[in-house]
């Protein structure tokens, strides 16, 4: 049987996981180290392969491939001499994605069991692994945590472009009728002057348009079957007036409260121009309306575009004085959209006289956003979504409660485990209770707890009064 091929001391030596050791050291992991040589663009290591070994790479270069959503994404690029999966080998886990060769590639692999045992028996081995253990934890947590911070974001803006979608596309619509009104004022006053209106007919139309204004104003909205009757009653009337297309003015003035007597004394008024009269009068209503309605839409936009600002507390520091009131009702407006054809009712029960927090604004309201969603999602089309804040010792505690059908006992100790979610993949905000327990505890110096039965799940958040959570890092 050929023996197979070692790599040479001065090779092993190139490679930092093997400082500090002695020739004899070094010597036994020449031992147990075969020699690999593959081509360019080679599957090294698989996902989850906990077998694959350790790699010294003597020579070439290695990409760390995973996949995200569907996607191949690049993460590390090994270069020789340098080693990989030690701490795979030592956890038994195995690679967390794929490894390709990118170029020829010569390495030496050692078998995971080999790897452990050896260095176990050698301090600077284990300690380099252990190092490199937290390091690969740091960048794993904080790639999940970006890729967690843009799932949230995706559904944030998802939502927000359907809640300014509803306005926008009312404003546009609004514009483009109010554009067809004004054409009709404009032209009035050629078709009076056409018809031969005298100047004291024309100030009684005038003041027989304030009127139909002024009726408008008092009148309350009518319901959609008083409404129809309203202006069936008038079409019989314009039609009798040769009013060219009588069901276009009819909403209008059944909307103002103009009624059949009203339009006969204007078309005493107006004599010949009576179709002119009735048209310039049902355009200043209809563009009294659409500017309102352009308004209404308008002013619908602004608070979403302050209530995203707020949200992320754009233009301010990362550490800011918030109202937590302010940033619950702020993320119940940013997750309108999925309150929005439901029935589910929203209680309150604020205590007013907590102060002022002092802590990273924008990371709390993603902790209000994950439990919030969480709740609706619970709840589906109806049910009740309570909030309440109360003073507790030195923290201000808020419960973020829902009547749905609690958290089964099964996975209730997992709830708070990292990556854990009940939900399917492009669901739910992207941050897992666990990134919430974490944003709390970590960054807000605060804590979080449950208590579930079904048809009663709270969360409950304690911050603290103090600003304690400025000081965490």
């Known amino acids: 049987m ?14 930092d996981l093997f400082d500090d050791l002695s020739d004899e050291e070094l010597g036994l992991w020449q031992q147990i180290a075969v020699i690999r040589s593959l081509p360019a663009d080679t599957v090294v290591a698989r996902p989850r392969d906990a077998a694959s070994g350790v790699f010294l790479l003597l020579e070439g270069v290695i990409q760390g491939i995973v996949f995200e959503s569907g996607r191949l994404e690049p993460v590390t690029r090994q270069v020789a001499p340098t080693w990989m999966g030690a701490v795979t080998a030592m956890t038994e886990t195995g690679f967390a994605g794929e490894m390709r060769s990118i170029t020829n590639v010569r390495m030496a692999v050692i078998a995971p069991e080999d790897f452990t045992a050896l260095a176990m028996t050698q301090r600077p081995v284990h300690r380099r692994v252990m190092r490199a253990m937290r390091t690969v934890s740091t960048r794993t947590a904080a790639r999940e945590q970006n890729r967690e911070r843009l799932a949230s974001l995706g559904t944030m803006a998802a939502g927000l472009a359907h809640e ?11 514009a483009a009728d ?24 024309a100030a009684e139309l005038v003041a027989m348009q304030q009127d139909a204004i002024e009726r408008a104003a008092a009148q309350g909205s009518l319901s959609a079957l008083d409404a129809s009757d309203a202006e069936d009653a008038l079409l019989d009337t314009l039609a009798e007036l040769e009013v060219p297309e009588p069901w276009r003015v009819a909403e209008p003035l059944a909307a103002a409260g103009i009624d059949a007597p009203w339009l006969t004394l204007l078309a005493r008024t107006a004599g010949p121009a009576t179709s002119a009269a009735v048209a310039w009068i049902a355009a200043s209503l209809t563009a009294r309306g659409l500017a309102a309605e352009i308004a209404e839409s308008t002013d619908r936009m602004g608070k979403l575009v302050k209530a995203v600002k707020a949200y992320a507390f754009m233009d301010r520091g990362e550490i800011v004085e918030t109202d937590v ?25 604020y205590d007013r006289s907590l102060p002022k927090l002092t802590l990273r604004g924008s990371e709390l309201n993603q902790v209000w956003t994950n439990l919030l969603a969480n709740a609706i999602d619970a709840l589906g089309d109806a049910g009740t979504l309570e909030i309440d804040t109360v003073r507790d010792g030195p923290c201000a505690r808020v419960d973020i409660i829902d009547d749905g ?38 960054r807000l110096g605060g804590s979080i707890a449950f208590d579930s039965v079904p048809g009663r799940t709270a969360f409950h958040v304690w911050l603290p009064l103090d600003g304690t959570a400025q000081r965490t890092t």
């Open 2 to 15: 050929t023996e197979p091929e070692r790599p040479s001391l001065d090779e092993l030596r190139r490679i």
């Open 164 to 174: 300014l979608g509803n306005p926008a596309a009312a404003a546009r619509r609004a």
């Open 178 to 201: 109010l554009a067809e009104a004004l054409d009709v004022l404009a032209s009035t006053i050629g078709r009076f002057v056409e018809s031969g209106i005298e100047r004291e007919q």
């Open 325 to 349: 009131h302010e940033g619950l009702e702020t993320t119940l407006l940013v997750l309108g959209h999925k309150l929005k054809h439901t029935s589910i009712e929203v209680r309150r029960d």
């Open 405 to 442: 059908p609690g958290i089964p006992d099964a996975i209730r100790d997992r709830v708070f485990d990292p990556f854990f979610t009940t939900k399917d993949v492009g669901e739910g905000t992207g941050l897992g209770l666990d990134t919430t327990r974490r944003i709390i505890t970590e």
